[in-house]
C-alpha cells in the first residue's frame, strides 16, 4: 500500500467528493479515483459508496479513515524532523533560550567551553517563547532550551538542569510614584496594576506572582497578561503596570526601568533543559552547561 494512495484515500473521505479532493491534492480527477479504485482492488473490499451526486464512506472505509486521517500530516512531521537531523548532522544541536533573558556572556563562555572539547559540535541558537521553547523541545526542533525552572520543573517529560540563580525583582519605569522609596517591598504594591505573562503562555510563571504575592499578604491587580514575555517587558516599559520579574532581564539595562531585588523571595532559576531521551551529544553539552565547578566560576 503506497503512501500516495493512503494520502488520497484520507483526502476523499475528509472531503467525500472526488473532485473537490483532487483539486486540494492538485491532481487530476481521474488519476484519483483510479488511485482509489487500485487501493479497493487491493484491499479486496470498496472503500465508498459512489452515486450520481453523493459519495459516503462504507463501514469498512469509516473505520480506516478514523485509524489513518492523521497519518499524512504525521508522516509530513516525521520526514520533517528526519530533514533537520540530517541537515545538522549526528554533530550538530539547536539550543533554544527564552526571549528578554541576558544571557549571552554566560552562554558565550560555556559554549567556548564546549567549542573547546568537543571542536565537531556545530550549535545554532534561537531566542522564543516560553510555550515555543517547550512545544519546541517536545517536537524535536530544539535539542535543549534554556528557560526559568518554573517553566519546565513539574513537566515529567524533561529533565531540568540548574544553570545559575538570580534574585527576583521588582520591576517599575522609573516615573513611577514608588520608584524612589528605600526598602520597597512587594506589600508596597498591594494597591497598584500588575503585569505577567498569561497562564496560557508560562502555568509556573503567573502562578509564581500569585505565591508571591499571596505570601506578602495581599492578592495582586492584573491588569495585563500578555502571552510573550517581549511583551510584558515593554508593558513595563511603557509604564502600564509593575512586574515581578527575575534579575535576568534586558530591563535590568533600560534607563527607563528600576528594578529593586527582593531577596526574601525564593531565587530565580535559569536551567537547561532536555527531553528524557536525547543524543549523546547533547548529553555532552548540557553536562557542561550545567556543571557545577564551572558554574561558580560565573556567579
Do not use: W
Not at 500516495?4 to 472526488?18: D, H, K
Not at 564546549?114 to 522564543?128: D, G, H, S, T
Amino acid at each position: 500500500m503506497s503512501i500516495t494512495r493512503i494520502r488520497y484515500f484520507v483526502e476523499v473521505a475528509r472531503c467525500l467528493s472526488f473532485s473537490e479532493a483532487a483539486r486540494r491534492l492538485y491532481t487530476a480527477q481521474p488519476n484519483l479515483s483510479k488511485q482509489i479504485a487500485q487501493m479497493e482492488q487491493e484491499l479486496g473490499f470498496p472503500l465508498f459508496v459512489r452515486s450520481h451526486r453523493t459519495v459516503k464512506l462504507t463501514q469498512a472505509g469509516e473505520y480506516l479513515y478514523d485509524k489513518l486521517k492523521d497519518l499524512p500530516e504525521q508522516l509530513d512531521e516525521y520526514f520533517s524532523r528526519a530533514r533537520e537531523m540530517a541537515e545538522k548532522g549526528d554533530e550538530g544541536i539547536i539550543i533554544g533560550v527564552l526571549e528578554g533573558q541576558d544571557v549571552n556572556l554566560v552562554l558565550r563562555e560555556r559554549l567556548a567551553r564546549i567549542q573547546e572539547r568537543f571542536p565537531r559540535i556545530n550549535v545554532a541558537l534561537e531566542r522564543n517563547s516560553y510555550q515555543n521553547l517547550r512545544s519546541g523541545l517536545e517536537s524535536g526542533h530544539y535539542d535543549l532550551i534554556i528557560t526559568l525552572s518554573f517553566d519546565v520543573e513539574d513537566d515529567a517529560r524533561f529533565r531540568v538542569y540548574r544553570l545559575y540563580e538570580k534574585s527576583p525583582a521588582i520591576a517599575m519605569h522609573r516615573s513611577h510614584p514608588l520608584a524612589k522609596k528605600v526598602d520597597l517591598d512587594l506589600i508596597d504594591l498591594k494597591d497598584e496594576p500588575f503585569v505577567v505573562i498569561s497562564r496560557e503562555e508560562s502555568p509556573g510563571g503567573y502562578q509564581k506572582l500569585i505565591d508571591s504575592c499571596s505570601a506578602a499578604g495581599f492578592q495582586p491587580r492584573i491588569v495585563r497578561e500578555p502571552r510573550s514575555l517581549e511583551s510584558l517587558l515593554l508593558c513595563v516599559e511603557m509604564g502600564m503596570g509593575v512586574a515581578l520579574l527575575d534579575q535576568n532581564t534586558r530591563l535590568v539595562l533600560s534607563p527607563d526601568i528600576i528594578t529593586i531585588p527582593q531577596n526574601a523571595e525564593p531565587m530565580a532559576v535559569v536551567a537547561a533543559t532536555v527531553k528524557r531521551e536525547l543524543r549523546t551529544v547533547v548529553q555532552q553539552t548540557v553536562e557542561i552547561l550545567a556543571r557545577q565547578e564551572e558554574a561558580d566560576e560565573d556567579k
